[in-house]
């Protein structure tokens, strides 16, 4: 079996072959620490903890290195408008530092509770400046900078392949001028270092060489990846909106200091969106994210399973009714595998048919169909259950981590669940909703059957 994954810069499936023998160099693109992470966001962080657990199925000892921006990242991609930690410090009242302490701590309790394997390296940009302003010196004595009255800028013109990874239309882009140009010579040009405005003084900002400031968004990926996994590299993952101007500016940058285009692999997950086609975003002001589905009643494991409904390079729509669903399957498995016995041997041949799937570049949605063919097999339960375990190390469910819970049911509860069972009698099904969203709200899930409606507690895998 061999092991083919999707890249972006060739727009093919290929052959992963390791950079060194054995070993595989992962970098993805960490969060912006201004505010929460939407579950948009989250689902990519999903995809590249599949790749990571397929890629140690395949025997590769995996440097997992995972950014956190803190710093930099501007409000516009044209480089004009404040920095986004600047805004969410002016949101909340906070300073900057403050904000970027809570919303990392926010955003490593979702990485938990979606049980997402802690990366061999977290590294913050501004615990990196010294390496962003010795890359950006580099550029400079290569000829690759000007600057203008706001900063120091890559100038893209020096290279004749850049934005390939993007296939972006350069003479269109200098034709519509569709960024602020202000100074810049090219649209697409990037800033490398921005000066601190002479009237005010920014929470975070640092003396370089070309005055006091602070590093451009782009500029960490650079020099952080190739500090911890060297300027050449076996993947580099994110977002698909990444490609067109993150991606393509640190593959410039790095050409232009070290000669590579930083990762031999370019793999980008695709959104997820609304049932109203909108994509999850955080400028809309209103945004799920994974506290709001424990809120209303969902285990975080029920989001997992449904991102692992569809492929990474697929656009997944997000509903309630699908993660009602996504919840529904995860607790059928578990029930079923809690059942099983322990102290079998796994079965090679299922192993290996769901192993080829993860292999066809993480093929989720067919690797899940392998394994309920499994659940439902008539192989002995004392080896389905070994089975699934090895199985779900790739798909990170914590199955044979699950406790079911054996609790009685609360007056208060009993109450509502025979006010919603008599709606139902009476057809009065508008009255049934209302009253099982009161129940997820007070964290009981309640589900509809043939034989009548079922009732347990919200986390305990129902």
């Known amino acids: 079996m061999t092991l083919a994954l999707y890249d972006t810069w060739t727009r093919s499936l290929r052959p992963f072959d390791p950079i060194r023998p054995g070993q595989a160099g992962l970098y993805c693109c960490g969060p912006t620490v201004y505010d929460y992470a939407h579950i948009g966001n989250l689902r990519t962080y999903v995809f590249e903890d599949v790749l990571r657990r397929v890629l140690a199925l395949n025997g590769y000892d995996v440097r997992h290195v995972v950014n956190i921006t803190d710093v930099g990242h501007l409000v516009s991609d044209a480089d004009d408008g404040e920095d986004k930690m600047e805004k969410g410090s002016r949101r909340t009242g906070e300073s900057a530092w403050a904000i970027a302490e809570r919303y990392t701590a926010a955003f ?28 950006i010196a580099t550029l400079e004595r290569n000829g690759y900078t000007y600057r203008t009255a706001d900063g120091i800028y890559f100038d893209t013109s020096k290279q004749d392949d850049y934005g390939y990874l993007a296939r972006l239309d350069h003479a269109g882009l200098q034709r519509g001028k569709r960024v602020a140009m202000g100074e810049k010579r090219h649209a697409t040009d990037f800033a490398l270092w921005k000066f601190s405005p002479s009237d005010a003084k920014r929470q975070m900002e640092w003396e370089s060489p070309w005055g006091r400031g602070f590093p451009g968004w782009h500029i960490e990926c650079s020099a952080m990846s190739a500090k911890y996994l060297s300027p050449w590299f076996d993947i580099h993952c994110g977002g698909e909106d990444h490609v067109a101007v993150h991606h393509s500016n640190e593959i410039a940058q790095t050409q232009a200091c070290h000669g590579t285009r930083l990762a031999n692999f370019w793999m980008h997950g695709r959104f997820l969106t609304t049932a109203d086609d909108a994509k999850m975003s955080k400028s809309a002001g209103d945004f799920l994210r994974m506290q709001t589905l424990i809120e209303r009643g969902f285990d975080p494991l029920a989001y997992r399973y449904l991102c692992l409904t569809a492929h990474y390079r697929s656009e997944l729509r997000f509903s309630f009714d699908a993660l009602d669903a996504a919840q529904a399957a995860l607790a059928r498995l578990r029930k079923a595998y809690s059942s099983w016995p322990e102290g079998g041997a796994a079965d090679e041949d299922f192993v290996a048919r769901f192993r080829v799937e993860v292999d066809q570049d993480l093929n989720l949605p067919r690797a899940l169909a392998v394994l309920w063919e499994l659940v439902r097999s008539d192989l002995p339960p004392a080896v389905r259950r070994p089975t699934v375990d090895r199985l779900d190390a790739v798909l990170g469910l914590r199955l044979a981590a699950w406790r079911a819970q054996d609790e009685a049911i609360p007056a208060e509860i009993g109450e509502l669940l025979f006010q919603r069972e008599a709606a139902r009698a009476a057809k009065n099904w ?30 305990d895998g129902a």
């Open 430 to 459: 508008a009255l049934a909703d209302r009253l099982r969203e009161t129940l997820r709200r007070l964290g009981w899930r309640v589900d509809d059957s043939a034989s009548g409606q079922r009732s347990t507690r919200c986390g």
């Open 108 to 135: 490593m309790d979702d990485w938990r509770a979606l049980n997402l394997l802690e990366p061999s390296i977290w590294c913050r940009a501004t615990d990196h400046l010294a390496e962003q302003i010795d890359f």
